[in-house]
Protein backbone atom coordinates (compact mmCIF):
# COMPACT_ATOMS: atom_id res chain seq x y z
CA UNK A 1 0.00 0.00 0.00
CA UNK A 2 1.15 3.53 -0.79
CA UNK A 3 -0.24 6.84 0.08
CA UNK A 4 -0.84 9.85 -2.64
CA UNK A 5 -0.11 13.64 -1.46
CA UNK A 6 -4.14 13.77 -1.48
CA UNK A 7 -3.93 10.80 1.54
CA UNK A 8 -5.60 8.38 -0.59
CA UNK A 9 -4.25 4.97 -0.71
CA UNK A 10 -3.79 2.42 -3.59
CA UNK A 11 -2.47 -1.32 -4.04
CA UNK A 12 0.20 -2.09 -6.71
CA UNK A 13 0.25 -5.77 -7.34
CA UNK A 14 3.16 -7.66 -5.61
CA UNK A 15 4.89 -8.67 -8.92
CA UNK A 16 5.12 -5.08 -9.79
CA UNK A 17 6.82 -3.97 -6.65
CA UNK A 18 9.07 -7.21 -6.69
CA UNK A 19 10.30 -5.96 -9.79
CA UNK A 20 10.73 -2.60 -8.76
CA UNK A 21 12.41 -3.43 -5.58
CA UNK A 22 14.82 -6.01 -7.62
CA UNK A 23 15.94 -4.17 -10.35
CA UNK A 24 18.19 -6.22 -12.18
CA UNK A 25 15.69 -9.21 -12.06
CA UNK A 26 13.78 -8.10 -15.34
CA UNK A 27 16.83 -7.09 -17.28
CA UNK A 28 17.99 -10.60 -16.50
CA UNK A 29 15.11 -11.85 -18.30
CA UNK A 30 15.35 -9.53 -20.92
CA UNK A 31 19.16 -10.35 -21.06
CA UNK A 32 17.97 -14.60 -21.10
CA UNK A 33 15.24 -14.04 -23.82
CA UNK A 34 18.06 -12.21 -25.86
CA UNK A 35 20.12 -14.77 -25.56
CA UNK A 36 17.56 -17.67 -26.43
CA UNK A 37 16.25 -16.21 -29.34
CA UNK A 38 20.07 -15.20 -30.96
CA UNK A 39 20.88 -19.26 -30.38
CA UNK A 40 17.51 -19.95 -32.27
CA UNK A 41 18.24 -17.91 -35.61
CA UNK A 42 22.07 -19.13 -35.44
CA UNK A 43 20.89 -22.72 -35.38
CA UNK A 44 18.43 -21.75 -37.92
CA UNK A 45 21.31 -20.25 -40.01
CA UNK A 46 23.47 -22.88 -39.73
CA UNK A 47 24.60 -25.22 -42.47
CA UNK A 48 23.10 -28.32 -41.46
CA UNK A 49 19.35 -26.42 -41.14
CA UNK A 50 20.10 -24.79 -44.43
CA UNK A 51 21.17 -27.72 -46.07
CA UNK A 52 17.54 -29.01 -45.82
CA UNK A 53 16.04 -25.82 -47.16
CA UNK A 54 14.85 -25.39 -50.63
CA UNK A 55 17.47 -24.41 -53.05
CA UNK A 56 19.99 -24.73 -49.92
CA UNK A 57 19.17 -21.01 -49.01
CA UNK A 58 17.51 -18.97 -46.73
CA UNK A 59 14.68 -16.94 -48.61
CA UNK A 60 15.90 -13.50 -49.38
CA UNK A 61 12.74 -11.77 -47.32
CA UNK A 62 13.54 -13.99 -43.99
CA UNK A 63 17.90 -12.82 -44.97
CA UNK A 64 16.83 -9.36 -44.76
CA UNK A 65 14.26 -9.30 -41.48
CA UNK A 66 17.05 -11.40 -39.56
CA UNK A 67 19.55 -8.84 -40.86
CA UNK A 68 17.69 -6.07 -39.85
CA UNK A 69 17.07 -7.43 -36.25
CA UNK A 70 20.47 -7.91 -35.48
CA UNK A 71 21.45 -4.31 -36.97
CA UNK A 72 18.26 -3.40 -33.98
CA UNK A 73 20.18 -4.92 -31.57
CA UNK A 74 23.32 -3.49 -32.15
CA UNK A 75 22.10 -0.43 -31.49
CA UNK A 76 21.45 -1.08 -27.96
CA UNK A 77 24.35 -1.14 -25.44
CA UNK A 78 22.88 -3.75 -23.34
CA UNK A 79 23.31 -5.97 -26.15
CA UNK A 80 27.20 -5.52 -27.39
CA UNK A 81 28.44 -4.36 -24.03
CA UNK A 82 30.86 -5.83 -21.75
CA UNK A 83 28.09 -7.24 -20.08
CA UNK A 84 26.50 -9.05 -22.91
CA UNK A 85 29.41 -10.83 -24.25
CA UNK A 86 27.87 -13.84 -24.74
CA UNK A 87 24.99 -12.08 -27.01
CA UNK A 88 27.22 -9.40 -28.95
CA UNK A 89 29.40 -12.62 -29.81
CA UNK A 90 26.18 -14.54 -31.05
CA UNK A 91 25.29 -11.18 -32.94
CA UNK A 92 28.43 -11.45 -34.41
CA UNK A 93 28.39 -14.71 -35.75
CA UNK A 94 24.87 -13.98 -37.01
CA UNK A 95 25.79 -11.16 -38.72
CA UNK A 96 28.47 -13.17 -40.71
CA UNK A 97 26.20 -15.91 -41.14
CA UNK A 98 23.29 -13.51 -42.80
CA UNK A 99 25.51 -11.04 -45.26
CA UNK A 100 27.63 -13.82 -46.47
CA UNK A 101 24.38 -15.72 -47.45
CA UNK A 102 23.23 -12.33 -48.89
CA UNK A 103 26.17 -11.99 -50.95
CA UNK A 104 25.19 -15.45 -51.85
CA UNK A 105 21.98 -15.41 -53.11
CA UNK A 106 22.70 -11.91 -55.07
CA UNK A 107 25.62 -10.99 -56.67
CA UNK A 108 24.63 -8.17 -57.39
CA UNK A 109 24.31 -6.77 -53.94
CA UNK A 110 27.06 -4.37 -53.35
CA UNK A 111 29.38 -5.08 -49.47
CA UNK A 112 29.33 -1.62 -49.09
CA UNK A 113 25.73 -1.19 -48.94
CA UNK A 114 25.44 -3.66 -46.04
CA UNK A 115 28.42 -2.51 -44.33
CA UNK A 116 26.69 0.99 -44.52
CA UNK A 117 24.20 0.95 -41.75
CA UNK A 118 26.97 -0.20 -39.47
CA UNK A 119 29.74 1.89 -40.01
CA UNK A 120 26.93 4.60 -39.44
CA UNK A 121 25.90 3.07 -36.05
CA UNK A 122 29.98 2.96 -35.37
CA UNK A 123 30.39 6.71 -35.59
CA UNK A 124 27.67 7.70 -33.37
CA UNK A 125 28.20 4.81 -30.82
CA UNK A 126 31.17 3.68 -29.19
CA UNK A 127 29.85 0.35 -28.31
CA UNK A 128 29.20 -0.04 -31.32
CA UNK A 129 32.63 0.57 -32.67
CA UNK A 130 34.04 -2.14 -30.22
CA UNK A 131 31.71 -4.36 -31.22
CA UNK A 132 32.70 -4.25 -35.16
CA UNK A 133 36.22 -4.90 -34.10
CA UNK A 134 34.85 -8.18 -32.45
CA UNK A 135 32.85 -8.88 -35.83
CA UNK A 136 36.74 -8.41 -37.59
CA UNK A 137 38.14 -10.72 -35.29
CA UNK A 138 35.56 -13.30 -35.24
CA UNK A 139 35.50 -13.23 -38.85
CA UNK A 140 39.41 -13.39 -39.00
CA UNK A 141 39.58 -15.86 -37.07
CA UNK A 142 37.16 -18.35 -38.40
CA UNK A 143 39.06 -21.72 -39.09
CA UNK A 144 37.63 -21.32 -43.14
CA UNK A 145 37.16 -17.63 -44.02
CA UNK A 146 35.25 -17.39 -47.32
CA UNK A 147 35.30 -15.51 -49.78
CA UNK A 148 31.91 -13.21 -49.19
CA UNK A 149 33.50 -12.98 -45.74
CA UNK A 150 36.53 -11.02 -47.16
CA UNK A 151 34.11 -8.82 -49.38
CA UNK A 152 32.52 -8.08 -45.85
CA UNK A 153 35.67 -7.54 -44.09
CA UNK A 154 37.14 -5.40 -47.57
CA UNK A 155 33.99 -3.25 -47.46
CA UNK A 156 34.03 -2.78 -43.88
CA UNK A 157 37.83 -1.26 -43.41
CA UNK A 158 37.12 0.80 -46.83
CA UNK A 159 34.15 2.43 -45.33
CA UNK A 160 35.68 2.66 -41.73
CA UNK A 161 38.49 4.34 -43.86
CA UNK A 162 36.67 6.46 -45.78
CA UNK A 163 34.86 8.19 -42.82
CA UNK A 164 38.38 8.57 -41.06
CA UNK A 165 39.13 10.74 -43.93
CA UNK A 166 36.27 12.39 -44.98
CA UNK A 167 33.32 12.43 -42.01
CA UNK A 168 36.05 12.51 -39.31
CA UNK A 169 37.65 15.86 -39.39
CA UNK A 170 34.18 17.58 -38.04
CA UNK A 171 33.25 15.33 -35.94
CA UNK A 172 34.46 14.82 -32.07
CA UNK A 173 32.44 11.84 -31.45
CA UNK A 174 32.77 9.93 -34.56
CA UNK A 175 36.55 10.26 -34.63
CA UNK A 176 36.93 9.21 -31.12
CA UNK A 177 34.87 5.89 -32.60
CA UNK A 178 36.95 5.73 -35.73
CA UNK A 179 40.27 4.90 -33.75
CA UNK A 180 38.76 3.08 -30.93
CA UNK A 181 37.58 0.50 -33.57
CA UNK A 182 41.01 0.84 -35.30
CA UNK A 183 43.25 0.64 -32.24
CA UNK A 184 40.83 -3.17 -31.24
CA UNK A 185 41.68 -4.08 -34.18
CA UNK A 186 45.36 -3.82 -33.97
CA UNK A 187 44.98 -5.50 -30.39
CA UNK A 188 42.62 -8.41 -31.38
CA UNK A 189 43.42 -9.50 -34.58
CA UNK A 190 46.56 -7.97 -36.28
CA UNK A 191 46.62 -10.33 -39.28
CA UNK A 192 43.66 -8.06 -40.76
CA UNK A 193 45.05 -5.08 -40.32
CA UNK A 194 47.77 -6.89 -42.67
CA UNK A 195 45.88 -8.09 -45.11
CA UNK A 196 43.57 -4.59 -45.42
CA UNK A 197 47.10 -2.65 -45.23
CA UNK A 198 46.47 -1.09 -48.53
CA UNK A 199 43.01 0.49 -46.61
CA UNK A 200 44.32 1.43 -43.61
CA UNK A 201 47.12 3.82 -44.63
CA UNK A 202 45.40 6.28 -46.27
CA UNK A 203 43.38 6.69 -43.20
CA UNK A 204 46.79 8.40 -42.24
CA UNK A 205 45.73 11.75 -43.94
CA UNK A 206 43.09 12.21 -41.86
CA UNK A 207 43.20 15.48 -40.14
CA UNK A 208 42.04 14.17 -37.06
CA UNK A 209 45.36 13.46 -34.66
CA UNK A 210 43.33 10.56 -32.43
CA UNK A 211 42.48 8.52 -35.90
CA UNK A 212 46.54 9.40 -37.17
CA UNK A 213 47.74 7.83 -33.49
CA UNK A 214 45.70 4.62 -33.86
CA UNK A 215 46.50 3.77 -37.64
CA UNK A 216 49.96 4.06 -35.82
CA UNK A 217 49.32 1.88 -33.50
CA UNK A 218 48.19 -0.51 -36.29
CA UNK A 219 51.64 -0.23 -38.30
CA UNK A 220 53.28 -0.78 -35.24
CA UNK A 221 51.69 -3.97 -34.00
CA UNK A 222 51.98 -5.07 -38.07
CA UNK A 223 55.30 -4.62 -37.90
CA UNK A 224 56.10 -6.25 -34.54
CA UNK A 225 53.82 -9.24 -35.43
CA UNK A 226 54.95 -9.83 -39.11
CA UNK A 227 58.49 -8.31 -39.40
CA UNK A 228 60.33 -8.42 -36.42
CA UNK A 229 62.02 -11.82 -37.00
CA UNK A 230 64.04 -13.08 -40.08
CA UNK A 231 62.21 -11.52 -43.16
CA UNK A 232 62.74 -12.41 -47.22
CA UNK A 233 63.51 -9.08 -49.24
CA UNK A 234 60.22 -8.93 -50.53
CA UNK A 235 59.53 -8.80 -46.41
CA UNK A 236 62.12 -6.30 -45.90
CA UNK A 237 60.40 -3.73 -48.39
CA UNK A 238 57.33 -3.89 -46.97
CA UNK A 239 58.86 -3.38 -43.12
CA UNK A 240 60.72 -0.47 -44.38
CA UNK A 241 57.64 0.98 -45.98
CA UNK A 242 55.83 0.80 -42.38
CA UNK A 243 58.92 2.02 -40.84
CA UNK A 244 59.31 4.75 -43.28
CA UNK A 245 55.78 6.28 -41.95
CA UNK A 246 56.78 5.90 -38.42
CA UNK A 247 59.54 7.93 -38.86
CA UNK A 248 58.06 10.45 -40.85
CA UNK A 249 55.25 11.25 -38.08
CA UNK A 250 58.13 11.89 -35.42
CA UNK A 251 57.92 15.34 -36.79
CA UNK A 252 53.82 15.12 -36.85
CA UNK A 253 52.49 18.69 -36.56
CA UNK A 254 50.40 17.62 -33.81
CA UNK A 255 52.24 17.33 -30.06
CA UNK A 256 50.05 14.10 -29.56
CA UNK A 257 50.45 12.67 -32.46
CA UNK A 258 54.84 12.85 -31.88
CA UNK A 259 54.46 11.54 -28.60
CA UNK A 260 52.45 8.39 -29.64
CA UNK A 261 54.81 7.68 -32.18
CA UNK A 262 57.90 8.17 -29.69
CA UNK A 263 55.75 5.78 -27.78
CA UNK A 264 55.68 3.06 -30.91
CA UNK A 265 59.30 3.55 -31.70
CA UNK A 266 60.32 3.00 -27.98
CA UNK A 267 58.49 -0.11 -27.63
CA UNK A 268 59.87 -1.75 -31.52
CA UNK A 269 63.06 -0.80 -29.91
CA UNK A 270 62.59 -2.73 -26.43
CA UNK A 271 62.11 -5.74 -28.49
CA UNK A 272 64.64 -5.00 -31.36
CA UNK A 273 62.47 -4.43 -34.35
CA UNK A 274 64.23 -1.69 -35.16
CA UNK A 275 66.85 -3.13 -38.29
CA UNK A 276 70.42 -1.71 -37.68
CA UNK A 277 70.19 0.40 -40.89
CA UNK A 278 67.50 2.84 -39.57
CA UNK A 279 69.44 2.86 -35.74
CA UNK A 280 71.19 5.91 -35.83
CA UNK A 281 68.61 7.74 -38.12
CA UNK A 282 65.60 7.44 -35.29
CA UNK A 283 68.14 7.95 -32.73
CA UNK A 284 68.91 11.44 -34.27
CA UNK A 285 65.25 11.79 -35.21
CA UNK A 286 64.54 11.33 -31.38
CA UNK A 287 67.09 13.34 -30.31
CA UNK A 288 65.52 16.36 -31.90
CA UNK A 289 62.20 16.14 -30.17
CA UNK A 290 64.52 17.22 -27.31
CA UNK A 291 63.79 20.60 -28.62
CA UNK A 292 60.10 20.46 -28.74
CA UNK A 293 58.29 22.85 -26.99
CA UNK A 294 55.74 20.48 -25.70
CA UNK A 295 56.40 18.40 -22.46
CA UNK A 296 55.19 15.42 -22.99
CA UNK A 297 57.13 15.20 -26.26
CA UNK A 298 60.64 15.97 -24.67
CA UNK A 299 59.47 13.49 -21.73
CA UNK A 300 58.71 10.58 -24.03
CA UNK A 301 62.05 11.61 -26.56
CA UNK A 302 63.84 11.08 -23.07
CA UNK A 303 62.38 8.10 -22.47
CA UNK A 304 63.13 6.56 -26.20
CA UNK A 305 66.68 7.53 -26.05
CA UNK A 306 67.06 5.66 -22.77
CA UNK A 307 65.83 2.46 -24.15
CA UNK A 308 67.90 2.68 -27.48
CA UNK A 309 71.07 3.14 -25.69
CA UNK A 310 69.75 0.12 -23.37
CA UNK A 311 68.87 -2.08 -25.99
CA UNK A 312 71.83 -0.68 -28.84
CA UNK A 313 73.68 -3.26 -30.73
CA UNK A 314 77.03 -1.08 -30.74
CA UNK A 315 78.14 -2.35 -27.03
CA UNK A 316 77.90 -2.09 -23.49
CA UNK A 317 80.95 0.72 -23.41
CA UNK A 318 80.02 3.80 -25.53
CA UNK A 319 82.97 5.65 -24.52
CA UNK A 320 83.89 7.42 -27.11
CA UNK A 321 87.55 7.77 -26.51
CA UNK A 322 87.90 4.19 -26.47
CA UNK A 323 85.96 4.09 -29.40
CA UNK A 324 87.85 6.60 -31.15
CA UNK A 325 91.19 4.70 -30.92
CA UNK A 326 89.69 1.66 -32.25
CA UNK A 327 88.09 3.86 -34.74
CA UNK A 328 91.68 5.10 -35.88
CA UNK A 329 93.44 1.81 -35.76
CA UNK A 330 90.64 0.38 -38.15
CA UNK A 331 91.26 3.44 -40.70
CA UNK A 332 95.04 2.94 -40.48
CA UNK A 333 94.21 -0.96 -41.70
CA UNK A 334 92.21 -0.17 -44.07
CA UNK A 335 94.92 2.10 -45.89
CA UNK A 336 97.24 -0.55 -45.34
CA UNK A 337 94.89 -3.08 -47.02
CA UNK A 338 94.01 -1.27 -49.38
CA UNK A 339 96.14 -0.18 -52.74
CA UNK A 340 93.47 1.86 -54.65
CA UNK A 341 91.89 4.87 -52.98
CA UNK A 342 89.29 4.51 -55.69
CA UNK A 343 88.01 1.29 -54.63
CA UNK A 344 88.39 1.78 -50.48
CA UNK A 345 85.76 4.81 -51.34
CA UNK A 346 83.41 2.56 -53.54
CA UNK A 347 83.51 0.01 -50.90
CA UNK A 348 83.01 2.47 -47.64
CA UNK A 349 80.11 4.19 -49.87
CA UNK A 350 78.40 0.86 -50.97
CA UNK A 351 78.41 -0.60 -47.22
CA UNK A 352 77.35 2.79 -45.47
CA UNK A 353 74.50 2.18 -47.39
CA UNK A 354 73.78 -1.02 -45.74
CA UNK A 355 73.66 0.52 -42.21
CA UNK A 356 71.50 3.89 -43.18
CA UNK A 357 68.08 4.25 -44.28
CA UNK A 358 66.60 4.24 -47.96
CA UNK A 359 67.61 7.64 -49.63
CA UNK A 360 64.14 9.14 -49.04
CA UNK A 361 63.99 9.51 -45.72
CA UNK A 362 68.13 9.41 -44.39
CA UNK A 363 69.23 12.88 -43.63
CA UNK A 364 73.14 13.75 -43.40
CA UNK A 365 74.27 11.16 -41.23
CA UNK A 366 77.60 10.54 -42.30
CA UNK A 367 80.13 11.26 -40.23
CA UNK A 368 83.73 13.37 -41.79
CA UNK A 369 86.32 10.87 -41.55
CA UNK A 370 89.23 13.24 -40.95
CA UNK A 371 90.22 13.14 -44.63
CA UNK A 372 90.38 9.68 -45.15
CA UNK A 373 87.51 9.31 -47.94
CA UNK A 374 84.93 11.52 -49.80
CA UNK A 375 81.82 10.92 -50.01
CA UNK A 376 80.32 11.02 -53.41
CA UNK A 377 76.81 10.54 -54.04
CA UNK A 378 76.73 9.45 -57.35
CA UNK A 379 78.54 6.36 -57.13
CA UNK A 380 77.55 2.79 -57.97
CA UNK A 381 75.49 0.95 -55.89
CA UNK A 382 76.35 -1.95 -57.44
CA UNK A 383 79.07 -3.86 -54.49
CA UNK A 384 82.58 -4.08 -55.20
CA UNK A 385 84.36 -7.23 -55.71
CA UNK A 386 86.23 -7.57 -52.30
CA UNK A 387 88.54 -10.22 -50.56
CA UNK A 388 87.86 -11.48 -46.97
CA UNK A 389 90.40 -9.23 -45.69
CA UNK A 390 88.93 -6.07 -47.39
CA UNK A 391 85.29 -6.98 -46.22
CA UNK A 392 86.66 -7.39 -42.68
CA UNK A 393 88.81 -4.41 -42.73
CA UNK A 394 85.96 -2.45 -44.28
CA UNK A 395 83.31 -3.53 -41.94
CA UNK A 396 84.96 -3.18 -39.00
CA UNK A 397 85.54 1.30 -40.27
CA UNK A 398 81.75 1.42 -40.60
CA UNK A 399 81.08 -0.21 -37.46
CA UNK A 400 83.08 2.60 -35.70
CA UNK A 401 82.34 5.00 -37.81
CA UNK A 402 78.30 4.20 -37.02
CA UNK A 403 79.28 3.72 -33.01
CA UNK A 404 80.89 7.36 -33.29
CA UNK A 405 78.15 8.56 -34.66
CA UNK A 406 75.60 6.76 -31.86
CA UNK A 407 77.80 7.54 -28.86
CA UNK A 408 77.23 11.81 -29.97
CA UNK A 409 73.62 11.42 -30.41
CA UNK A 410 73.72 9.55 -26.92
CA UNK A 411 76.11 12.67 -25.44
CA UNK A 412 73.43 15.14 -26.87
CA UNK A 413 70.82 13.82 -25.03
CA UNK A 414 72.92 13.50 -21.55
CA UNK A 415 73.20 17.39 -22.26
CA UNK A 416 69.75 17.95 -22.74
CA UNK A 417 68.89 15.92 -19.42
CA UNK A 418 71.40 17.70 -17.29
CA UNK A 419 69.36 20.98 -17.69
CA UNK A 420 66.45 19.36 -17.32
CA UNK A 421 67.30 18.38 -13.58
CA UNK A 422 66.64 21.77 -13.22
CA UNK A 423 62.86 22.21 -15.03
CA UNK A 424 59.85 22.35 -12.49
CA UNK A 425 57.89 19.83 -14.28
CA UNK A 426 58.34 16.88 -12.38
CA UNK A 427 58.23 13.97 -15.27
CA UNK A 428 61.23 16.24 -16.76
CA UNK A 429 62.89 15.50 -13.84
CA UNK A 430 61.99 11.59 -13.40
CA UNK A 431 62.92 10.67 -17.12
CA UNK A 432 66.25 12.35 -17.00
CA UNK A 433 67.60 11.06 -14.10
CA UNK A 434 66.54 7.68 -16.36
CA UNK A 435 68.83 9.03 -18.99
CA UNK A 436 71.13 9.65 -16.87
CA UNK A 437 71.41 6.31 -15.17
CA UNK A 438 71.89 4.63 -18.81
CA UNK A 439 74.82 6.65 -19.73
CA UNK A 440 76.63 5.94 -16.59
CA UNK A 441 75.77 2.43 -17.28
CA UNK A 442 77.12 2.56 -19.93
CA UNK A 443 80.26 4.57 -19.47
CA UNK A 444 79.14 7.66 -21.35
CA UNK A 445 81.62 10.23 -21.10
CA UNK A 446 80.19 12.64 -18.20
CA UNK A 447 77.78 10.07 -17.04
CA UNK A 448 79.59 9.64 -13.93
CA UNK A 449 79.67 13.48 -13.55
CA UNK A 450 75.80 14.15 -14.12
CA UNK A 451 74.73 11.36 -11.62
CA UNK A 452 76.56 13.27 -9.12
CA UNK A 453 74.60 16.41 -10.00
CA UNK A 454 71.22 13.62 -9.84
CA UNK A 455 72.23 13.06 -5.90
CA UNK A 456 71.62 16.72 -4.67
CA UNK A 457 68.25 16.21 -5.86
CA UNK A 458 67.37 13.86 -3.27
CA UNK A 459 66.94 16.84 -0.85
CA UNK A 460 64.74 18.40 -2.95
CA UNK A 461 60.60 18.43 -1.45
CA UNK A 462 59.16 16.18 -3.94
CA UNK A 463 58.70 12.63 -2.70
CA UNK A 464 58.50 10.86 -6.21
CA UNK A 465 61.94 12.54 -7.09
CA UNK A 466 63.72 11.91 -3.78
CA UNK A 467 62.39 8.28 -4.58
CA UNK A 468 63.69 8.07 -7.95
CA UNK A 469 66.87 9.67 -7.01
CA UNK A 470 67.04 6.33 -4.74
CA UNK A 471 66.07 3.93 -7.34
CA UNK A 472 68.75 5.67 -9.55
CA UNK A 473 71.41 5.21 -6.86
CA UNK A 474 70.97 1.63 -6.30
CA UNK A 475 70.67 0.86 -9.99
CA UNK A 476 73.98 2.41 -10.66
CA UNK A 477 75.51 1.17 -7.92
CA UNK A 478 73.94 -2.35 -7.01
CA UNK A 479 71.65 -3.71 -9.83
CA UNK A 480 74.25 -3.48 -12.37
CA UNK A 481 76.60 -5.05 -10.48
CA UNK A 482 73.98 -8.01 -9.54
CA UNK A 483 73.86 -9.53 -13.08
CA UNK A 484 77.30 -10.35 -12.57
CA UNK A 485 78.15 -14.71 -12.03
CA UNK A 486 80.38 -13.95 -9.50
CA UNK A 487 80.33 -14.69 -5.73
CA UNK A 488 78.25 -12.01 -2.66
CA UNK A 489 81.34 -11.19 -1.70
CA UNK A 490 83.20 -10.27 -5.37
CA UNK A 491 80.16 -8.27 -6.42
CA UNK A 492 79.85 -6.46 -3.09
CA UNK A 493 83.61 -5.48 -3.97
CA UNK A 494 83.10 -4.23 -7.01
CA UNK A 495 80.00 -2.16 -5.84
CA UNK A 496 82.44 -0.25 -3.08
CA UNK A 497 84.78 -0.34 -5.93
CA UNK A 498 82.33 1.54 -8.21
CA UNK A 499 80.92 3.74 -5.33
CA UNK A 500 84.32 4.76 -4.49
CA UNK A 501 85.27 6.07 -8.48
CA UNK A 502 82.26 7.80 -8.13
CA UNK A 503 82.47 9.82 -5.12
CA UNK A 504 85.89 10.29 -5.81
CA UNK A 505 85.68 13.82 -6.86
CA UNK A 506 82.09 14.61 -5.27
CA UNK A 507 81.66 17.84 -2.95
CA UNK A 508 80.62 17.73 0.83
CA UNK A 509 77.40 18.69 -0.68
CA UNK A 510 77.03 15.38 -3.05
CA UNK A 511 78.15 13.12 0.32
CA UNK A 512 75.83 14.27 2.34
CA UNK A 513 73.35 13.89 -0.02
CA UNK A 514 74.67 10.18 0.36
CA UNK A 515 74.00 9.76 3.79
CA UNK A 516 70.31 10.94 2.76
CA UNK A 517 70.28 7.83 0.48
CA UNK A 518 71.25 5.73 2.40
CA UNK A 519 68.85 6.90 5.60
CA UNK A 520 65.79 6.23 2.47
CA UNK A 521 67.92 2.99 1.83
CA UNK A 522 67.01 1.80 5.36
CA UNK A 523 63.59 2.95 5.90
CA UNK A 524 63.06 0.02 2.68
CA UNK A 525 64.07 -3.40 3.47
CA UNK A 526 64.06 -4.58 -0.03
CA UNK A 527 66.49 -1.71 -0.85
CA UNK A 528 68.60 -1.94 2.64
CA UNK A 529 69.26 -5.97 1.93
CA UNK A 530 72.25 -4.39 -0.55
CA UNK A 531 73.97 -3.21 2.34
CA UNK A 532 75.26 -6.72 3.30
CA UNK A 533 78.04 -7.06 5.80
CA UNK A 534 80.28 -8.04 2.96
CA UNK A 535 79.62 -4.42 1.06
CA UNK A 536 80.57 -3.56 4.62
CA UNK A 537 84.11 -5.09 5.01
CA UNK A 538 84.78 -3.93 1.50
CA UNK A 539 84.67 -0.49 1.86
CA UNK A 540 86.45 -1.04 5.30
CA UNK A 541 88.86 -2.85 3.65
CA UNK A 542 89.29 -0.43 0.74
CA UNK A 543 89.49 1.92 3.60
CA UNK A 544 92.14 0.49 5.26
CA UNK A 545 94.17 -0.58 2.30
CA UNK A 546 94.07 -4.46 2.80
CA UNK A 547 91.34 -5.19 -0.18
CA UNK A 548 93.06 -2.83 -2.84
CA UNK A 549 96.36 -2.37 -3.18
CA UNK A 550 96.19 -0.16 -5.91
CA UNK A 551 93.80 2.38 -4.41
CA UNK A 552 94.82 5.83 -4.10
CA UNK A 553 95.33 7.65 -0.86
CA UNK A 554 92.35 10.23 -2.03
CA UNK A 555 90.20 6.63 -2.93
CA UNK A 556 91.05 5.35 0.79
CA UNK A 557 89.80 8.65 2.37
CA UNK A 558 86.60 8.75 0.42
CA UNK A 559 86.25 4.78 1.49
CA UNK A 560 86.23 5.73 5.02
CA UNK A 561 84.27 8.61 4.41
CA UNK A 562 81.70 6.03 3.44
CA UNK A 563 82.13 3.71 5.76
CA UNK A 564 81.60 6.38 8.77
CA UNK A 565 78.26 7.37 6.70
CA UNK A 566 77.45 3.27 6.68
CA UNK A 567 78.36 2.84 10.54
CA UNK A 568 75.17 5.38 11.14
CA UNK A 569 72.64 3.58 10.04
CA UNK A 570 74.16 -0.09 9.68
CA UNK A 571 76.28 -0.59 12.29
CA UNK A 572 74.86 -3.80 13.52
CA UNK A 573 75.92 -5.25 10.08
CA UNK A 574 79.11 -5.13 10.48
CA UNK A 575 81.34 -8.16 10.38
CA UNK A 576 83.44 -8.00 14.24
CA UNK A 577 86.83 -8.00 13.39
CA UNK A 578 89.93 -6.76 15.08
CA UNK A 579 90.20 -3.20 13.49
CA UNK A 580 94.23 -3.32 13.86
CA UNK A 581 94.47 0.54 11.80
CA UNK A 582 92.81 3.46 13.33
CA UNK A 583 91.33 6.19 11.41
CA UNK A 584 93.71 8.91 12.57
CA UNK A 585 96.00 6.86 10.58
CA UNK A 586 94.29 6.46 7.29
CA UNK A 587 93.50 10.77 7.33
CA UNK A 588 97.21 11.25 7.90
CA UNK A 589 97.86 9.26 4.63
CA UNK A 590 99.39 6.25 6.02
CA UNK A 591 102.20 7.52 7.59
CA UNK A 592 103.06 5.45 10.47
Keep these: MTKKGDGLATYEPKKERRETRFGGRRQWRDDGRKRVGTNALLELSSPEIISLWPGHSLEHGLLNLIFKMSLHMITQKANTGEDSQSIASGLSLLLTRVAGALLQKNDSIDPLDLVSPLVE????????????????????????????????????????????????????????????????????????????????????????????????????????????????????????????????????????????????????????????????????????RLEDKNYLVRDSALACISVIAQKNWFGQVLNSTLIREKFSESRDECVKIFQDTEKLENALLHQRNQFTPKEDIKGDLDI????????????????????????????????????????????????????????????????????????????????????????VLVFQGEIKIQLAVRDAFIEVVFNSVSRLSASAATRAMICAQKLISILSKASEGELSAVERIFLLLKSN???????????????????????????????????????????????????????????VYLFRGGEG
Design 368 to 455: VDEGLVSEDRSAENTPPSLTDSEITAVNKYIFYENTLKFINLIKVGLGYSIELLESKTERDVIESIKLIVTCAEHHVEGGEDAFLHVL
Design 121 to 288: LALKNDCTALFLAKLVADIEHEESVSDHSEKLLQALFSAMANAAVNDAPGDNVASKNISLFFTEVAKRCVSAAVKMQDTILPALQSENYDIRKAILTCVTEIIVQKYSGHTSTVDESVRDSYLNELFFRIMDINPFVRNHVLHMWEKLVEIKAVPKRYYTAVTEAVVG
Design 525 to 583: PAYSRHISSFFLDAVWGIAEGSLDNEASVADRRTAMHIYSILSKFFWERRTLQAVQHSR
